[in-house]
């Protein structure tokens, strides 16, 4: 009897290799995995021939497609063209300083925040008094 074999399509994602999908073609389970390669969830892709002969009760498997995607090609291959460097000059501007005031900060924010709710709440009181006359 001759060996039944299938191609697993292993991807990497969220730093672990998973078995996407089996097909019983390989090069449509290698086109599906160029394809998985393109998507933006994917950061690797391998292709495992599996083949296991019921005869002999022995089971294989070897890589027959691996990609990353850092052995691609950049998408874009327009070049900007190389500024010139200009010297260094030193920075006359003395530059200020940030204070540390996170505490005052947060007590500006609560402010506003409240005189937000009270300015609401006046203008609710105000709608309904004139509505009820």
Do not use: C
Not at 6 to 35: C, P
Not at 61 to 86: G, I, L, Q, R
């Amino acid at each position: 009897m001759a060996p039944i074999v299938t191609y697993e399509i292993y991807s990497f994602r969220n730093g672990n290799w998973m078995v996407d999908s089996v097909h019983d073609d390989k090069q449509l389970a290698i086109h599906q995995a160029r394809l998985l390669l393109d998507s933006r969830h994917h950061m690797a892709i391998r292709v495992v021939e599996e083949s296991y002969d019921e005869a002999t009760d022995r089971a294989s498997s070897k890589v027959v497609f691996s990609k990353k995607k850092s052995d691609e090609p950049p998408k874009s291959t327009y070049k900007k063209p190389e500024e010139k460097k200009e010297k260094a000059k030193p920075d006359t501007k003395k530059k200020k300083k940030k204070k540390a005031s996170s505490g005052s900060n947060t007590v500006i924010k609560f402010t506003l925040s409240l005189g937000g709710i009270a300015l609401g709440l006046i203008s609710l009181l105000t709608f309904m008094i004139l509505a009820f006359e």
